[in-house]
């Protein structure tokens, strides 16, 4: 709508004249007759990279996506950058004002992009082992087992088992045909999700003290699940472990994260989490072990850590309080 109704006379200039009234989050990457076109938006809460393959340009919101084709991974774009390559030539645009704080989301490196990928010239799956390592000096338990919650809890499990000396051992086996599970819209679906999606090991299990890595939680229901499964299939003792900090606010920059109220960490203790999840203990990594384990200090990246903290760098359209408690502590 936004192109249709500009007044500019170039498809690329009613492309800036567009995202120039678009508040937020964006990378887009869109083709012409005649040209391939991206752009980031000026905060820089999404990856997109650029590459090359056969003296062509390629443009891709991760570089999994470069290795896959066989394309070399030649820079990011920079936030509020517009990349217009026509007839082989590439030319660079910085149209829009510049924000006023530049905030990669840094659940990028957590949960959504791929362990193969590389952000801001960091490995994704180096930085979650590092989670793990991290993660295991901050809540240290005696356990027999370190099993992870596949597959996003894969890597930080490993890093857990290596600083802590616990045995790593797959002990959940995950059905790779189901998506994930906390973004499917209601509580039905995501009940019948986790329990298609995931089957413990009872050999593995039985009469042992497990430590369970994940990398958030959100409702706390799949938390709940997984646990009272590994119960089931023979757990002595559960010690469930977060390489995240505590997500307490809604992401509105294009992720479809729940309401405020729905967070159950927004509203609860670690303790009330812990009662009603059924572990003997909940560790969550603290924000300080977060931002050390990306290097934010070193490299310089500002990052959005709004799930984590409430401090949005674009003020929202108003929180959303509805919807219900994701559980009462009288229960």
């Known amino acids: ?65 470069l290795d896959l084709i066989g394309a070399s991974f030649e820079r990011d774009l920079d936030p509020g950058e517009v990349v217009v390559i026509r007839r082989g030539r590439l030319r660079t645009l910085r ?52 099993v992870p919650v596949l597959d996003s809890g894969t890597a930080a499990a490993l890093g857990y088992a290596e600083e802590s000396g616990i045995p790593y051992e797959q002990a959940l086996i995950r059905n790779h045909y189901v998506r994930r599970t906390f973004i499917e819209p209601t509580q039905s679906i995501r009940h019948f999700g986790v329990k298609v999606k995931h089957n413990a090991v009872r050999g593995l299990l039985e009469g042992r003290r497990v430590v369970l890595v994940d990398d958030s939680i959100v409702r706390g229901t799949t938390s709940r699940k997984i646990i009272k499964m590994v119960r089931q299939a023979g757990a002595r003792e559960v010690h469930l472990m977060i390489s995240s900090p505590p997500i307490i606010s809604p992401c509105y920059y294009g992720i479809d994260t729940p309401t405020r109220r ?25 924000i300080e072990g977060l931002m050390r384990s990306v290097g934010a200090e070193e490299s310089g990246t500002p ?8 401090d949005y760098p674009i003020d929202p359209p108003g929180d959303q309080l509805n919807g219900p408690r994701p559980f009462e502590t009288s229960r």
């Open 262 to 286: 729905e967070l159950i960490a927004s509203s609860h203790s670690v303790e009330e989490i812990a009662s009603f999840l059924g572990v003997e203990t909940l560790g969550y990594l603290s």
């Open 1 to 65: 709508q936004l192109l249709a109704r500009s007044r500019e006379k170039s498809l690329e200039e009613r492309l800036i004249d567009a995202l120039s009234r678009v508040k937020g989050a964006f990378s887009l990457v869109m083709l012409t007759s005649d040209a391939l076109i991206a752009a980031r938006d000026p905060h820089g809460f999404r990856p997109l990279s650029l590459g090359r393959l056969d003296g062509a340009w390629v443009a891709a919101s991760e570089t999994c996506a």
């Open 95 to 146: 149209p829009f004002t510049k924000a006023p704080r530049e905030s990669f989301c840094i659940f990028e490196y957590i949960y959504f992009a791929r362990p193969d990928s590389n952000l801001n010239r960091q490995n994704v799956y180096v930085f979650r082992k590092e989670l793990g390592r991290v993660l295991a000096r901050e809540h240290p338990v005696s356990a027999d087992l370190v």
């Open 303 to 310: 990052f959005c850590t709004s799930c984590f903290t409430g």
